[in-house]
């Protein structure tokens, strides 16, 4: 069915290059089933079989990530924490059940301190910031990727 379909491509250098229909389906079939609709040839053979799949498909992905959102408390099945004592208490409690991943959660929170240290200055609690600065509280926002 897609035999003799090709498609003008453009590249991120802005070279464009003519690939086979089949080609492109596999590997960028959203954008190609979108191409397909907005230029009104989705009721070719070659398109009309496989669009309304593949459509359907995105909108069940795009449906079911919404659903692993962080509000709820988990994501992809992990509790998320809210606060670095919670992260502490998770990577507890995962150790007493036999959780092979010990400290997750502290290894996390020391990479990034180790990533974020070089841009700022930790002070003495009660110290005075020096003149034309304030202080801010640490605030840790996890998540899973």
Do not use: C
């Amino acid at each position: 069915m897609t035999a003799g379909w090709e498609l003008e491509v453009e590249h991120k250098d802005g070279t464009t290059s003519w690939l086979l229909l089949k080609e492109l389906k596999e590997t960028n079939s959203v954008e190609v089933a979108e191409y397909a609709i907005n230029n009104r040839i989705a009721d070719q053979p070659a398109f009309e079989w496989w669009v309304k799949q593949v459509m359907k498909k995105k909108k069940r992905l795009i449906k079911l990530s919404k659903s692993h959102i962080v509000r709820r408390g988990y994501k992809f099945g992990i509790k998320i924490p809210r606060t670095v004592a919670e992260a502490l208490e998770l990577d507890e409690e995962n150790r007493i059940n036999g959780d092979k991943s010990k400290n997750t959660w502290y290894k996390a929170i020391m990479k990034e301190m180790e990533n974020v240290m070089v841009a700022i200055e930790v002070k003495e609690k009660g110290s005075k910031p020096p003149p034309g600065y304030k202080p801010v509280d640490l605030m840790m926002v996890f998540d899973v990727k």
